[in-house]
């Protein structure tokens, strides 16, 4: 089976959409994948530009991060694929009020969705299946294991920021040259090259196996006006796990959430306003629970949050063939989850 991804890491290079295109590197590496990177255009000139860069296949595959970017791509250019398929990462209800940029979704069969809360209206809307398929993470890339680095980075976080609980750890870092805290500075800077994405989520994984606590908030807690009350949890969930970090912060009070971080101490909850140091202090006294923890958010992400899980979810509810290599790194995932699980504890990956 022969598959095409059109990607955006070209017109669209932003650090948000990175790991979506770690998705579809990871779609690649199971052979027989064609990645084609549209070029950045405005929608007059795409609509009157002949464009033949789209190679024969059989599965057409794209990742968006709204409804917006689908006038970002070649829509001409795949209708002679016997199957089509599309991934959005942000459906909040403010975007699905809007109907009539949802309609142009009819164009593809099988409609893939990181909320859950929008694969209902979405199947209404667009009269197609839909199917949730939460975020996920290069779990190989990202696990510590087989020789965890010292965990220098006493705090760390990325993207977006609760500022009271900034301003705290800050002045601690400030007063306490023993307190390692790294924080975000760059923004939502674009890459400066077409894989740019990968040193950039290379590096990611670096920092958090060298993370004692990961920050891990509910999406756009900053901005609850664009939610509607949904929760929705993100990436830095999954990252955070996988690089065997403490998640700390605000866990989404839903059956979903729970059902994929199950065991204990998954995320220590820190209400607005807690005292996160107190916090990290108290977790920290016990060792053997921190060692306990790692290896659960570690094991947790390689047994069943690694990319290629997604990409089996999305061959199953399209009745495609799951190709060899899938199940080689399959295979692959449980042996260094094994690995995880019985190594002995070392103080110097606490």
């Given amino acids: 089976m022969k598959v095409v991804i059109e990607s955006l890491?070209?017109?669209l290079p932003k650090v948000p959409y990175a790991n979506g295109f770690e998705f579809e590197d990871i779609i690649a590496s199971f052979g027989d994948t064609t990645i084609v990177p549209v070029e950045r255009k405005?929608?007059?000139?795409?609509?009157?530009?002949?464009?033949s860069g789209m190679p024969e296949g059989d599965l057409y595959f794209t990742h968006i991060m709204s409804p917006a970017?689908?006038?970002?791509?070649?829509?001409?250019?795949?209708?002679?694929?016997a199957r089509k398929?599309?991934?959005?990462?942000?459906?909040?209800?403010?975007?699905?009020?809007?109907?009539?940029?949802?309609?142009?979704?009819?164009?593809?069969?099988h409609i893939f969705v990181a909320h859950?809360?929008?694969?209902?209206?979405?199947?209404?809307?667009?009269?197609?299946?839909?199917?949730?398929?939460?975020?996920?993470?290069?779990?190989?890339s990202f696990c510590p294991w087989p020789d965890p680095p010292e965990r220098s980075i006493d705090f760390l976080s990325i993207g977006r920021r609760r500022e009271d609980l900034h301003k705290v750890l800050y002045a601690h870092a400030c007063a306490d040259n023993r307190f390692n805290y790294i924080f975000d500075t760059t923004g939502r800077a674009p890459f400066d090259a077409l894989d740019a994405h990968i040193p950039h989520r290379m590096q990611?994984?670096?920092?958090?196996?060298?993370?004692?606590?990961?920050?891990?908030?509910?999406?756009?807690l900053d901005k609850p006006e664009q939610t509607g009350g949904t929760q929705v949890f993100g990436p830095r969930f999954f990252e955070g796990a996988a690089g065997g970090a403490i998640l700390i912060g605000t866990p989404p009070d839903c059956d979903i959430?729970?059902?994929?971080?199950?065991w204990p101490d998954a995320i220590l909850s820190l209400p607005e306003g807690g005292d996160a140091l107190a916090l990290m202090d108290r977790f920290s006294a016990n060792p053997e629970r921190v060692d306990a923890a790692r290896r659960s958010n570690v094991v947790g992400m390689l047994e069943a949050h690694d990319w290629s899980h997604r990409w089996e979810t999305v061959?199953?509810?399209?009745?495609?063939?799951?190709?060899?290599?899938?199940?080689?790194?399959?295979?692959?995932?449980?042996?260094?989850?094994?690995?995880?699980?019985?190594?002995?504890?070392?103080?110097?990956?606490?």
């Fill in 85 to 109: 398929a599309i991934w959005i990462e942000e459906l909040w209800p403010y975007l699905i009020e809007d109907r009539r940029s949802l309609l142009s979704l009819k164009q593809f069969d």
């Fill in 315 to 350: 061959l199953q509810a399209m009745e495609l063939p799951l190709p060899e290599a899938l199940h080689r790194r399959h295979q692959a995932l449980t042996e260094r989850a094994a690995l995880v699980r019985q190594d002995t504890p070392r103080q110097i990956a606490l």
């Fill in 42 to 51: 405005s929608r007059l000139a795409r609509r009157f530009s002949a464009w």
């Fill in 69 to 81: 970017d689908l006038a970002h791509l070649e829509g001409q250019s795949r209708h002679d694929f």
């Fill in 204 to 220: 990611l994984a670096a920092a958090i196996k060298r993370t004692k606590f990961f920050l891990s908030d509910l999406a756009k």
């Fill in 116 to 140: 859950k809360a929008a694969v209902d209206p979405i199947r209404t809307i667009v009269d197609r299946p839909c199917t949730f398929l939460p975020a996920a993470v290069d779990a190989l």
């Fill in 9 to 11: 890491r070209k017109a």
């Fill in 257 to 262: 959430f729970r059902s994929y971080f199950y």
